[in-house]
């Protein structure tokens, strides 16, 4: 069974820092592209950050770009976002996924995989 667990969330306050992981199992992910997406209450899903499987090319949206930063894990099985100075609009719950082809990196269709969330709470 193919899993992704999201870990890392919590409360923070406002110019802070955490760090969100992502542990894939059940298949090797090392081939995946991966990205970070938020939900915040009442509100769609959107993108936060993806990495390409190479770990080479790296995307961000406007909103966290110059403060949170993604990364591979030397397994590759396992995907960072290091939060820096975070906000409290950056209050939601944090989830990874993975796509085998992704051809729009903010469109959430185009990810086969995805976990159940963390929780992330940003106090200001």
């Known amino acids: 069974q193919v899993q992704l667990v999201e870990s890392g969330g919590g409360l923070v306050q406002a110019g802070g820092s955490l760090r969100l992981s992502c542990a894939a199992s059940g298949r090797t992910f090392v081939n995946y592209h991966m990205g970070w997406f938020r939900q915040a209450p009442g509100k769609e899903r959107e993108f936060v950050a993806f990495i390409t499987w190479k770990g080479s090319t790296f995307y961000y949206s406007d909103s966290v770009k110059g403060r949170f930063t993604i990364s591979r894990g030397d397994a590759a099985n396992t995907v960072y976002l290091q939060m820096n100075n975070p906000k409290p609009e950056d209050t939601a719950r944090y989830y990874c996924?993975?796509?085998?082809?992704?051809?729009?990196?903010?469109?959430?269709?185009?990810?086969?995989?995805w976990g159940q969330g963390t929780q992330v709470t940003v106090s200001s």
């Open positions: 996924a993975a796509g085998d082809v992704v051809t729009t990196v903010t469109k959430t269709d185009d990810y086969d995989y």
